[in-house]
């Protein structure tokens, strides 16, 4: 029967501190990596850009700023760019049909990073699925871009002075306007010193202290005004405050509107006056006749337009009735003369 052979110390210890070196370089990996976990703990996604802005393989990959995985490969599609990343299975959840890839960058100037918005509605992306893609607000290559913008309008802007277009342009290469405005400033300061002098209603106004208090006097009265109206004193403040005042007024402005409808039925004398068309017509003819009979007095036809035009008729017509008078006052002054009446019998 062969003899066993028992380890020795040395050997023993040789295998521990194997052991304890491969635990160590472990751990150093796993620390190193951040956050990214062991790869049974990642699965790949992926998303695609048309510019890439120089993201390289390794670039962090971000979910509302936190750090959770690495870009495994940058590969051309096409005009694109196709971006495969890693991230730790425990934002599964949070990254979904919903959420958008844009591209940031860990700092102003430093490298790119690909930043996913979280997502809790939706539905996970598997594996190697990709991630829509969206435009990162106020990335570096935005403001470059409106930089580069504002600096061709602002040398547009000057160009255009120079030339003299619109009205800074004709300010500055405009004699003529220059002189105006000159003019005007000039103006606007002879205004300014009459006004210091006291001059005008604006200059009395602020150099004379009694048509200041005359003002403060007029609006104190206008003031009172205004309480007086609000506390319904007088006929506006009646309307305004009365409920009475204002039902009865409400009732007259019912009736006439009653009344204008009755007119528009031609309910009525002036209802038919205004609606019926026959009415209207005799009205018309009778007006017409009248002006005639006017015409023709005007004229002196007739008895009365003689009387009307010949002055001598009437004088015969008031010497009639004055001597028809005098008669009537002889009788009532003397009947017995007048009224002598005889009766005889068979």
Do not use: C
Not at 280 to 303: A, M
């Amino acid at each position: 029967m062969p003899r066993t052979r028992s380890l020795a110390w040395s050997e023993l210890k040789v295998g521990v501190l194997t052991i304890v070196a491969i635990v160590i370089a472990a751990v150093l990996i796993f620390t190193l990596t951040g956050t990214k976990g062991f790869f049974w703990q990642r699965y790949s996604l992926k998303t695609r850009f048309p510019n890439v802005a120089g993201l390289a393989k390794g670039s962090p990959v971000r979910v509302a700023g936190v750090e959770v995985g690495s870009v495994t490969d940058v590969a051309f599609a096409g005009t694109e760019v196709d971006v495969s990343f890693e991230v730790t299975k425990e934002v599964r959840p949070r990254i979904t049909d919903q959420s958008i890839a844009t591209l940031g960058s860990v700092s102003l100037l430093g490298e790119s990073a690909v930043d996913i918005t979280p997502a809790t509605s939706g539905t996970p992306i598997p594996d190697y699925g990709y991630v829509k893609t969206g435009r990162a607000k106020g990335s570096l290559a935005d403001v470059s871009e409106q930089v580069t913008t504002g600096v061709e309008e602002i040398t547009a802007l000057v160009k255009d002075v120079r030339a003299g277009r619109g009205t800074v342009g004709k300010l500055m290469t405009d004699e003529r306007l220059y002189a105006e405005l000159e003019a005007f400033a000039a103006s606007a300061n002879g205004v300014t010193d009459a006004i210091k002098r006291g001059r005008g209603t604006i200059g009395r106004l602020v150099n004379d202290r009694h048509a200041a208090d005359s003002l403060e006097a007029a609006l104190k009265n206008l003031d009172e005004l205004t309480r007086r109206i609000n506390a319904g004193q007088g006929s506006i403040g009646k309307l305004l405050k009365d409920d009475a005042f204002a039902e009865s007024l409400n009732g007259a402005t019912t009736n006439l509107r009653d009344l204008t409808a009755r007119l528009n039925r031609g309910d009525g004398t002036a209802g038919k006056l205004v609606t019926d068309p026959a009415l209207y017509n005799k009205l018309n003819s009778v007006t017409e006749r009248l002006d005639q009979l006017v015409s023709r007095l005007n004229e002196g036809e007739g008895t009365v337009g003689q009387l009307l035009k010949d002055q001598r008729l009437y004088e015969n017509m008031n010497a009639a009735i004055t001597d028809f008078r005098a008669m009537i006052t002889a009788i009532k002054n003397d009947p017995k003369r007048y009224l002598n009446v005889k009766v005889s019998i068979f």
